[in-house]
């Protein structure tokens, strides 16, 4: 991830072209080790494609993957199904107002910084 984050540094600093030593002179400047193997293995996969192109096209594979949530979807579904699943949720909200109050009153009179 560190290889790729500096390849696309390079390409934002106006580099066109990113080489592997540049690569290297970023993580570098970081303090971050270089891998060469995936340095290599990422110029190879990028080399004569527009970045632009790449994003655009891993963001459709993205989309079609769950990310997460999936248990609000089952009791949003459930819902419908019976009256009593939405008494809960009304209670749950009830309860989270609750807890907000609390946490502004966690003070005790003191500063963390006195």
């Given amino acids: 991830m560190k290889v790729v984050a500096a390849y696309l540094l390079a390409l934002l600093g106006g580099n066109t072209c990113p080489s592997a030593k540049d ?4 993580l570098a400047s970081v303090g971050a080790d270089a891998d060469d193997e995936k340095i290599d293995l990422l110029l190879s996969q990028v080399d ?32 419908p199904a019976g009256g009593a699943a939405a008494a809960p949720a009304a209670e749950d909200k009830k309860e989270e107002k ?4 609390e946490e502004s009153d966690d003070d005790m009179g003191f500063s963390l910084f006195d």
């Fill in 23 to 26: 690569i290297k002179a970023i």
């Fill in 48 to 79: 004569g494609k527009d970045i632009t192109e790449l994003i655009a096209a891993g963001r459709e594979k993205l989309a079609s993957v769950p990310a997460g949530g999936g248990a609000g979807v089952a009791v949003a579904a459930a819902a």
């Fill in 98 to 101: 609750v807890e907000e109050k």
